[in-house]
């Protein structure tokens, strides 16, 4: 998770990048306690439009943002 935040945030703050409107981590692995509670925090304290979805690899569905 923290290199997929710093990446997303690279390519997305870099200048003469363009803002995402959304920054969105996406792995076949669930979200862990650890893991919303570090990306509420980065909302909350940094005002990043951060969030996480798991990917079904079988299905190729994705669950619901969190």
């Known amino acids: 998770l923290r290199d997929a935040v710093s990446q997303l945030m690279e390519y997305s703050y870099w200048p003469g990048g363009n803002v995402a409107k959304?920054?969105?981590?996406v792995s076949e692995n669930p979200i862990t306690q650890d893991a919303r509670r570090?990306?509420?925090i980065l909302r909350g304290e940094f005002k990043l439009p951060l969030y996480y979805q798991q990917l079904d690899m079988k299905t190729g569905?994705?669950?619901?943002m969190q």
């Open 61 to 64: 569905l994705l669950g619901d």
């Open 38 to 40: 570090y990306i509420g």
């Open 22 to 25: 959304r920054l969105v981590v």
